[in-house]
C-alpha cells in the first residue's frame, strides 16, 4: 500500500527549512503490519523538538528517515497476533517500544526497555523490520513510530489504546509532551502537595511539566525562559512565578523561593539552562532533566555540593512511568479540568507545510504545533 511521509534524507539542514526543505512529502511504500504489529491511519501529529534534534543534526540518526513521534490516529488493521486492537480503535503512539520481557520492563520501567532502545537507535520497529520503502530501498523508522504520514505501521508495544470520545487532536499530545513533562513530575520527582518546583525551558515538555506541577499541588511554581513571551504564557497557566533566564537567574529565584526550590525540572536540552536548574535547587532538593541534549554535551558537577548538601539529581525519560497507566490517567485529569494540555495547543497546520512548522519551532514561536494527517 501507499503513504504520503515527510522524508529526511540527510542532516544537518540549514535555516530557514522553509527554503533548505530538509523534509521532502514523497509517496511510500509501506508493507502490511507484520506478527505483532498494527496498521494505524494517524490524524494528528505534534512538531517537537525531538524531530527537530534530528534535523538539526543534535541527535544523529540513520538516513533517510521518516520522522514524527507524537501523534494519534486510528487502528485499520492489526497483524497476526494482535488480539486485543481492532479495526476503528482510538490509539496514542509512545516513543519507546516495551518488550515487557526485558530487566527494566519486568522492573515496571518500560522507557529503559532494552531491546526498544536497540530497535530505536537502528532505526527499525521493535522486530527488527522497516515496513518503509521508498526507491526501492528502505527507510529508517523514527523512533518506531514515523508519525508524519497518512498511515503508518507500528509495533504494538508502541500503542496505548484510549477513549473514543477524546479528540484524537489532544490525545496527539500526551503521546510526548504530556508524557514526558507531566512525568518527571509526578513518576520522577513525586513532587508533593505544598512543595515548590522550578521548570527551566517553556516548550512543550516545560510547560506541561508546569502544568504537572499545578495538578500536583505545588505551592510554588516557577517558571524560566529566555523568552518573555512563553513567561506571559506561563502566568496565564499559573504560574506563580516567573523569571526571565540570565546570568544571575538562579540567583533570583533563591533568593525569592528562600533558598531554592525543593524540585528543579529542566526541559531546554541545553546546558545553560541546567545550569540553572541546578543552582536554583536548594540544599537537599532534587534536580530532574527531561530533556535530550546534543551527545557532546557534558556539565561539570562539583563532588563537595552533592554530598555536603544531599543534592539528588535525577534523569527522565518517558516521563519515568508506564504509558499504558499514565496517558489514561492524564487524560481523565485533562477531562476534570485539572490538567488543561489543550492550551498548549498554537496552531495546526497540512503536511504540506511541515518545514515552515519546524521554524517555527526553532524561532520558539510557538508551543505545540499540530500537523493535520487527515487534510
Known amino acids: 500500500m501507499q503513504s504520503r511521509a515527510a522524508i529526511l534524507s540527510a542532516f544537518p539542514a540549514e535555516r530557514p527549512y522553509a527554503t533548505s526543505k530538509p523534509l521532502s512529502i514523497e509517496t511510500v511504500e509501506l508493507d502490511d503490519p507484520g506478527p505483532g504489529e498494527v496498521l494505524v491511519r494517524v490524524v494528528a501529529a505534534g512538531l517537537c523538538h525531538s524531530d527537530l534534534s534530528v534535523i538539526n543534526g543534535d541527535r544523529p540518526r540513520p538516513m533517510p528517515m521518516a520522522l514524527g513521534h507524537e501523534a494519534a490516529g486510528i487502528v485499520e488493521r492489526c497483524g497476526e497476533g494482535v488480539d486485543d486492537l481492532s479495526p476503528g480503535d482510538h490509539v496514542v503512539m509512545v516513543f519507546v517500544p516495551s518488550c515487557g520481557s526485558c530487566a527494566p520492563c519486568a522492573e515496571g520501567r518500560p522507557a529503559l526497555c532494552e531491546p526498544g532502545a536497540k530497535a530505536n537507535g537502528e532505526g527499525t520497529l521493535l522486530s527488527g523490520a522497516r515496513r518503509i520503502h521508498w526507491h526501492g530501498a528502505g527507510v529508517y523508522h523514527h523512533v518506531g513510530v514515523s508519525a508524519f504520514a497518512d498511515l503508518a505501521v507500528i509495533s504494538r508495544r508502541s500503542l496505548v489504546k484510549v477513549d473514543k470520545a477524546f479528540p484524537l487532536e489532544r490525545a496527539a499530545l500526551f503521546g510526548c509532551a504530556v508524557l514526558t513533562g507531566v512525568g518527571a513530575v509526578v513518576n520522577t520527582a513525586a513532587v508533593k502537595a505544598g512543595q515548590s518546583v522550578a521548570v527551566v525551558g517553556l516548550g512543550g515538555v516545560g510547560l506541561a511539566a508546569l502544568l504537572g506541577a499545578i495538578a500536583a499541588g505545588a505551592a510554588e511554581v516557577i517558571a524560566i525562559d529566555v523568552n518573555p513571551e512563553k513567561l506571559a504564557f506561563a502566568r496565564s497557566l499559573g504560574a506563580t512565578g516567573t523569571f526571565e533566564a540570565g546570568a544571575d537567574t538562579a540567583g533570583e529565584v533563591k533568593e525569592a523561593t528562600r533558598g531554592g526550590v525543593d524540585t528543579a525540572i529542566e526541559t ?108
Open 268 to 375: 531546554a536540552g541545553v546546558m545553560a539552562a541546567f545550569d540553572t536548574a541546578y543552582k536554583a535547587t536548594r540544599r537537599g532538593g532534587q534536580t530532574v532533566t527531561a530533556s535530550l541534549a546534543n551527545p557532546a554535551a557534558t556539565y561539570p558537577l562539583q563532588h563537595l555540593s552533592m554530598v555536603a548538601e544531599e543534592r539528588t539529581l535525577r534523569g527522565s525519560y518517558l516521563g519515568g512511568g508506564v504509558p499504558s497507566r499514565d496517558i489514561i490517567r492524564y487524560m481523565r485529569l485533562n477531562a476534570a479540568g485539572r490538567l488543561p494540555v489543550e492550551k498548549l495547543h498554537t496552531g495546526t497546520s497540512p503536511l504540506d507545510e511541515i518545514n515552515e512548522g519546524f521554524d517555527a519551532l526553532a524561532d520558539g514561536a510557538v508551543v505545540r504545533r499540530l500537523i493535520d494527517l487527515t487534510a
